[in-house]
């Protein structure tokens, strides 16, 4: 009898550990699924944050322009991390790594990687620019951070700077690598006078990124 008790109860555990088991499973088998697609990751994560929003301050949201700035801005920071993101990519670890990567590696990049990232590059600072723009006139100081006014000065630089570096990246950038990269028709020539004048304007938004984003953050606690 002591026996039976003891295999049953044996028996119990690992049938036990066997539900545990097959539940993490299913539980990894099903994240891993959502995190194998980027568009169900970024849907997931939309779902936290409208969460986080209605949970744990819900009157929030009836707050109209209170809610307003603040999903604004939300959407302002995740449009620029994106920008500013990739721009650092490509001049941190793009440009400096292609001349070590052997010539019949380099279509890897030029044609399929370089071109996605370029797609959410600027499309990234076209949505940042929105978002800042947007952002400032919902908080009443667009024509003043614009024009420089006391007391609005920093965020105006801030903004300035980021408006040159977005023209940059439309109007220089984005023309001069699609000839680099072959997208549109050019001769060897062209794509090589393409390509330097695509880098040193993309230097040059890393070179203006850097106050660009000490004004943009320093505003918040310094308006000047």
Avoid: C
Avoid at 8 to 17: D, F, K, N, P, V
Avoid at 52 to 81: M, S
Avoid at 143 to 156: C, D, K, M, N, R
Avoid at 185 to 195: G, M, Q, S, V
Wanted: hydrophobic share 55%; proline share 4%; glycine share 8%.
């Amino acid at each position: 009898m002591f026996l039976n008790h003891t295999v049953g109860r044996t028996s119990a555990a690992i049938a036990a550990r066997i539900r545990v088991e097959t539940g993490n499973a299913a539980g990894e088998l099903l994240m891993g699924k959502i995190l194998e697609n980027l568009h169900l990751t970024l849907g997931l994560g939309l779902v936290l944050a409208i969460a986080l929003i209605f949970g744990l301050h819900g009157d929030f949201a009836a707050n109209g322009a209170l809610f307003g700035q603040t999903v604004l801005r939300w959407l302002h920071v995740f449009a620029g991390i994106t920008w500013i993101g990739l721009l650092y990519y490509f001049n941190f670890v793009q440009i400096p790594t292609m001349p070590s990567i052997p010539a019949e590696q380099k279509p890897a990049v030029s044609k399929h990687i370089a071109p996605k990232a370029l797609f959410f590059f600027r499309w990234g600072a076209a949505f940042t620019v929105l978002f800042g723009l947007l952002l400032a006139g919902h908080l009443g100081y667009l024509v003043e951070a614009l024009t420089l006014q006391p007391s609005f000065q920093l965020i105006g630089i801030g903004m300035w700077l980021a408006l040159i570096m977005a023209f940059n990246v439309w109007f220089i950038i984005w023309p001069n690598q699609k000839k680099a990269l072959g997208i549109v028709p050019a001769e060897d020539a062209a794509k090589a006078k393409a390509a330097r004048v695509a880098m040193l304007a993309s230097r040059t938004n890393t070179l203006l990124s850097i106050p660009m984003l000490y004004a943009m953050a320093a505003y918040q606690s310094w308006p000047i």
